[in-house]
């Protein structure tokens, strides 16, 4: 018996621009553990969450969670999304466009559940006063903790959530990371986060996975994976090389050479003029601060 609570085996054809891509993924991942999966645009990060969603089939594969057997592809055994138990938070908030706050909360709530839940989401996200509104009168930071909401309100056991954070500021992203830290802590969920972000890989996750070319190429904490120094205070420290950097969202993409392997990072659109190919950085990640720092020499 193994101890892990959620086990994916699965095996997939990819069909890329460049034509197929075997992905080929396994991986364990303890209750309440926080898996990040990060790596280059269309390594198969949505896909790998999608598939343990069940929302897509691989041709070959077994996903255990718990004592359920969700799929197993030599029984042509495979659960319906709707009874795997799971929350889904998708970096376009995914909300329905005609209904309230509250009517999109009770939409994500089983029949003849107890309606107080609702309640509680609606003041733990701040959003008692947007109860009425529409999506579209509310500021992306208000829609993404709508989806937080939405998500939770069935009590999920597994949480899996698609660069949720990355269309948001900064300030905007901290705040919901340690929102979404909370809500961890108090509803005790399993969760995998897809973020290109490392500075949300040290806040939130106890592991974190490269996947490249459908792939887990690395895998580790955080600090085994990125992180040269850790200071006494839990802060991380990184060295790298800048490869590239594109502006894009009021934020920087940069690719960067970070212990002799290519990194995605996003960073703050202040450090635009360091961030330049060739440069070398040593970057501050602060523990208690989402505010990513350059360390001059
Ligand atoms: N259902 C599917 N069957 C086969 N291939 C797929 C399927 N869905 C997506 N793909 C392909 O798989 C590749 C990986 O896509 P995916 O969206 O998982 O990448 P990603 O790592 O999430 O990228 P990004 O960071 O840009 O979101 C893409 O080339 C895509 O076209």
Redesign the pocket.
């Known amino acids: 018996m193994s101890d892990s609570l959620l086990d994916v085996h699965i095996k ?6 460049h034509g197929v ?1 075997p992905m080929e993924i396994a991986l364990s991942l303890a209750k309440e553990q926080i898996l990040a999966i990060t ?1 280059p ?8 969450l999608r598939h343990i969603a069940g929302l ?1 089939t691989p041709e070959t594969g077994k996903i255990v969670f718990g004592n359920e057997l969700w799929l197993d592809s030599s029984k042509q055994k495979s659960v319906v999304p709707q009874l795997r138990n799971i929350g889904f938070v998708f970096q376009d908030y995914a909300l329905f466009p005609h209904l309230t706050v509250e009517e999109n909360l009770l939409f994500g709530l089983p029949k003849g559940s107890d309606r107080s839940i609702v309640e509680d989401l609606l003041t733990a996200t701040e959003l008692s006063n947007l109860a009425n509104r529409k999506p579209n009168q509310l500021s992306g930071g208000q829609q993404q903790r709508v989806a937080l909401a939405r998500a939770l309100v069935r009590k999920p056991d597994l949480m899996l959530l698609d660069e949720p954070f990355a269309a948001l500021d900064y300030d905007m992203r901290y705040h919901l990371q340690d929102m979404l830290l909370k809500f961890h802590q108090q509803h005790h969920f399993t969760m995998i986060i ?1 973020t290109h972000d490392i500075g949300e890989i040290f806040r939130l996750a106890d592991q974190v996975a490269i ?1 490249e070319n459908g792939k887990i190429i690395r895998q580790g904490t955080p600090t085994e994976v990125y992180a040269k120094d850790q200071s006494q205070t839990g802060d991380f420290v990184i060295f790298g090389e800048v490869l590239s950097c594109v502006i894009q969202a009021d934020q920087l993409l940069v690719s960067a050479l970070v212990e002799n392997k290519v990194r995605q990072l996003t960073l703050p659109l202040d450090l635009a003029s360091e961030m330049i190919p060739g440069n070398t950085f040593t970057l501050h990640y602060p523990m208690d601060s989402a505010r990513v720092m350059l360390i001059r020499h």
């Not at 997939?12 to 621009?17: F, K």
């Open positions: 997939h054809s990819l069909q890329t621009v891509m790596g645009s269309g390594a198969g990060k949505t896909t790998l897509l897809v996947i």
